[in-house]
Every structure is written in C-alpha cells, then in structure tokens.
C-alpha cells in the first residue's frame, strides 16, 4: 500500500514561484517513477512532469521551461518548483506513481493564479 501526501499549493499572483511536495509512504519510493498531474475545472487531468528512479524528467510542452520536478529518495518526496506562473496554470495538483503494478493518487493540493 502507498499514500502520497501533497502540500504547498495556494493562492500566487501570475508571474510568482510555489513549490509543491509530494511525500510517499513506502521504503520502495527510490525504485519508483513519480508523476505530477493536474486538472483545472471541466478539463481533463493532464500529466505535468515526471521523474524516473535514474532521475531522468519529463515535461508537459505547457510548462517546459518554468516547472522542475525532482526528489529526495531519502526524504521519500518528490517536488514540483513552478516559476512564472499564470493564470492557466490554476488547477488541483496530484501525485501519481505506480508500484505493484497499481496505481496511486495523492489527493490533490490546489494551485491558484489570479491577481
């Protein structure tokens, strides 16, 4: 059984940074790829970035450039720094891996970006 924690999500001004944290139960969290999605109101939940066990990432083409996923095996978290922020970024961010061949979600932190 896994449960992903998400945190740090909140209210910012377009053009502002927040970093979100995704922390995992588990003591297999370094085997596993981690994922961060999204879903803005009456859209579907798009995949935002991912990060492999070998640290290899991945980028939404929308976002390349101003978000950074990265993790800390030893802390069993992964982060999602997002700079220049606007307002279609605003949405419910998730936390997403797969281990034992299922897959598990966070519950979501909410990112707004409004002035």
């Known amino acids: 059984q896994v449960q992903l924690v998400e945190s740090g999500g909140g209210l910012v001004q377009p053009g502002g940074s927040l970093r979100l944290s995704c922390v995992a139960s588990?003591?297999?969290?370094?085997?596993?790829?981690m994922n961060w999605y999204r879903q803005a109101p009456g859209k579907q939940r798009e995949r935002v970035a991912s990060i492999t066990n070998s640290e290899t990432t991945n980028y939404a083409d929308s976002v390349k450039g101003r978000f950074t996923i990265s993790r800390d095996n030893a802390k069993n978290t992964v982060y999602l720094q997002m700079n220049s922020l606007k307002p279609e970024d605003t949405a419910l961010y998730y936390c997403?891996?797969?281990?034992?061949?299922?897959?598990?979600w966070g519950r979501g932190t909410q990112v707004t970006v409004s002035s």
């Open positions: 997403r891996t797969i281990a034992n061949d299922r897959i598990y």
């Open positions: 588990g003591s297999l969290f370094s085997r596993n790829a």
